[in-house]
């Protein structure tokens, strides 16, 4: 069955930076775009930045020039490199494969100080 175990979540102080790990299985990892979103308390899930099988990256404009996702195929795993967070990065994150239904346990990212 579909498994996506994310981790790397964390207390960090603003400005800090933190990278989550998504590893996938149950799926043929390499041919699916993965996407990572985030929830905020009482806010709905917010898309974060997706990339496609070929690497080919898109992020949300409050992410843009802070995040970067990335892929390694023959690890079944995605990463997103959160850097100069901001308090308003603090969420639930998670990752999801497009075109499955399917969403992990997500992981929480705290920027406070």
């Known amino acids: 069955q579909v498994q996506l175990v994310t981790s790397g979540g964390g207390l960090v102080q603003p400005g800090g930076s933190l990278r989550l790990s998504c590893a996938a299985s149950?799926?043929?990892?390499?041919?699916?775009?993965m996407a990572w979103f985030r929830q905020a308390p009482g806010k709905q899930r917010e898309w974060v930045a997706t990339?496609?099988?070929?690497?080919?990256?898109n992020y949300g404009d409050s992410v843009a020039g802070r995040f970067t996702t990335s892929r390694d195929n023959a690890k079944n795993t995605v990463y997103l490199q959160m850097n100069r967070l901001k308090v308003e990065d603090t969420a639930v994150y998670y990752c999801?494969?497009?075109?499955?239904?399917?969403w992990g346990q997500g992981t929480q990212v705290t920027v406070s100080s």
């Open positions: 999801k494969a497009l075109g499955i239904a399917f």
């Open positions: 149950g799926f043929t990892f390499n041919i699916y775009a």
């Open positions: 990339i496609n099988n070929s690497s080919g990256t």
